[in-house]
C-alpha cells in the first residue's frame, strides 16, 4: 500500500510529499505513532471526543498549509459522549461543501469512523487521503 | 515576639505542558447562545480561554491542567452542552503507588505553593492500604482559634533531630553537674534524600540543596555527590559516609551540622572518632527499614546517636521481605518497640520511602515518626512523569538534565511550603500547637482496622482480609 502511495505522489509532482493534519478523537486512535509510517508529513491534533472537531479549525488547518485534513472519530453507536462521531461526520460534510464551493476540492476533507485500537484502519484512511491528495498536488490556499 | 516561621513561595510555572486531567466536550450545536450570562466566563480557571488559544493555534489542547473538575460548567449551563472527559494520558502515569492524582496534585502545589484543590468527582474508596487506612481526628476543627492558624496563632512545626538527656544532674548549688549535647532543630519535620533513580543531574542537586537552606532544612547525601558547586551547601548537607570512610571525609564532616553512618556492628566505636573531628556534631545512623529494624534501633538507642534514619522502599514498604508490611506498621513497630524499651525520648526516628503527600506525613508523625525524608516527589516537583524511562537510559521527557537550580528550588519550596500549610491544617484540627507532640498521638487518628474490628468483629468474627483496596 505504502508503494502505490508513493506512486501516486511522484507521478503527480516529484518530491511532493502531502501535508496531512490528523484531529482524532482519543477513544478512536490511542498512539497516533502508528500513522508515522504513511510516508506522510502528519501533524496530530489529539481531542477527547469527536465533538471537538469545529469547522473553524478544519479550514484553520487548510489555511495553514495542510494538503488535506483528517478526522478521526469512533464507529456510530460507540461515541463515549453518545453523539460527538455523529456530529462531527455532519460538521465535515458541511466543510466538505464549503472547500467544494471555494474550489480547494471537498476531497481534501475526509472524516472517518475507526474502531478502538484499529492501528490499521488509521493507516489505511491516511493512505487513502494521501492517494487522493496526489491526484489533486498541492494546497492552492497554503 | 519572635519572627514567625515561613516560606516564601511564588509562582514557578511549569516548563512543559503538564499532563492534565480533565478535559471540556462541548456540544456547541445546542448552544442557546446566553452569552452574557455563559458559564465559559465564570470559569474561575479561566480553562475556556486557554482552551481556545491551544485549538487556534492547533496544539493539542483539551487536556487542561488547570482544569480541576468542579464542574460548574457542566452542572451551570443552562442547556447542559458540556461534559468531562478524563485524559487516558492521564490516567498512564506513574504507577499503582505514585497514581496520577499524586502526580498531579504535586505539579499544582510545585507550581503554585498551594494546598491543591481536589475537585469533585468520585475519587474511589474512602479508605485503601497503608496511610490511607487512617484518618485524622479533626474533632477540634469546630473550635478554631480567634486569630487563626495562619495568623497570630502560633502552630509550631519544629522538631530536633538531637539526642536528648533522659535526666539531669545537679550539683549542691542548684548548676548542672553534666554537659548538655548541642540542639538540632530543622523547621519543619521534612528532611531531604537523594532518589534512588531519576535523572539526577547538578541541577536537580542544587535544586534540592538550595531549597534545603532556604528553608533551613537538610539533605543526606553520599561524597560522590559533592561538586564544588554542591559543597557551597554544606550546612544543609548530611553526608551519608560508612566506618570504613568517614576518615577520608574529615572536611566534610568539620562543616557538617550532622553525619549519617551506614550502620554495622560496632558502630557506636566510632561516634567518639567522628566528635573530636567536629565537638558536638550530631550523628545519624542509616539502615534499612525491614524485620530487625525495631531491635537494632532498641540497641542503637542506648548509644549516643541522635537519630536513626531507616530507609524504606519507593513505595512506602519494608525493604528485604517477600510480604512487605505498610510503611505506616513499620514506624509504629519501631515507635512502640523504643517505647518499651522506654528509650524513645532519647532519640529521634526519621523514616524515607514512599513519601507523597502531605498526609503521609503527618500521619508518619502520628505512627511515631519525628520526621520524614523525600526523595522520588521532589522529582516529581520538577515535573518528573515518573515515566521510568531514565532507567532504560531513554531521554527524559522533561529535560530534567536542565533544570535551572533557582526555578528547582522554588518549585521544591513551593511543594514543601504546601505540605506544611496542610500539616499546620491538620495540627490545628488536632488542637495540638507543637509538632513535636504529634508524634506517637494515636489518639487523633482512627485506624481502620482497628475500627472494623471493634464494630464488626461481634457481627462477623474474624474479618473478611479482602474488603479493602
Known sequence: ??????????????????????????????????????????????MPCGIATREVFLLRALE????????????????????????AAKRVARMKKLVDEIGLDGRRLNLFNISRGDAQAAERAIKQTASDVASLGPNPAA | MPKKYAIHTKNANPRFPPVGKYATVEFREDCAGCCSACVKKKCVYGIFKENFLHWSSMQEPEYLYICKGCYRCVQDCTKGIFSMSINPEYRALGDEYWDPDI????WAQAHTGRIPVSGAGYRGPFVGQGFDSIWTDMSEIVRPTRDGIHGREYINTTVELSRRPTRLKFNQDMSLAMDLPPILEVPLPVLFQKPEFGVLGEGVLLSVLKAAAAMGSLMFLKPEDYSPAVAQYRESIVPCLTAQDYSEHADMIRNSRMVELAYGPSIEREYSRLRSIKPGLAIAVGMPLDAAT????????????????????????????????????????????????RVRDKINLVFSGGMAMAEHMAKSLICGADAVAVD??????????????????????????????EWGAQRILNLVSSW???????MGAFGIREARRVRGETGRSLWFEDLEKENFGPLFGIRKVAGIG
Request: charged share 25%; proline share 4%; net charge positive.
Open chain 1, 1 to 46: 500500500m505504502a508503494l502505490s502511495v508513493a506512486k501516486a505522489i511522484s507521478a503527480k509532482g516529484k518530491g511532493f510529499k502531502p501535508r496531512i493534519t490528523v484531529f482524532h478523537c482519543v477513544s478512536a486512535l490511542t498512539d497516533a505513532s502508528v500513522l508515522d509510517s504513511s510516508g506522510c508529513d502528519i501533524q496530530v491534533v489529539k
Open chain 1, 64 to 87: 495553514s498549509g495542510a494538503d488535506a485534513v483528517v478526522a478521526l472519530v469512533c464507529p456510530e453507536g460507540q461515541c463515549r459522549h453518545l453523539q460527538g462521531n455523529i456530529r
Open chain 2, 103 to 106: 502526580i498531579s496534585s504535586t
Open chain 2, 294 to 341: 525495631a531491635d537494632r534501633a532498641l540497641a542503637l538507642a542506648q548509644t549516643d546517636v541522635d537519630t536513626i534514619h531507616l530507609y524504606g522502599s519507593s513505595h512506602g514498604r519494608e525493604v528485604d521481605s517477600n510480604a512487605p508490611r505498610y510503611m505506616k506498621d513499620m514506624i509504629r513497630q519501631v515507635h512502640l518497640k523504643l517505647l518499651q524499651g
Open chain 2, 376 to 405: 522520588v516527589i521532589l522529582l516529581v516537583a520538577l515535573e518528573c512523569r515518573l515515566c521510568y524511562r531514565c532507567k532504560e537510559n531513554k531521554p527524559c521527557p522533561v529535560k530534567l538534565e536542565e533544570v535551572p537550580p
Open chain 2, 420 to 426: 506544611r500549610n496542610q500539616l499546620i491544617e491538620v
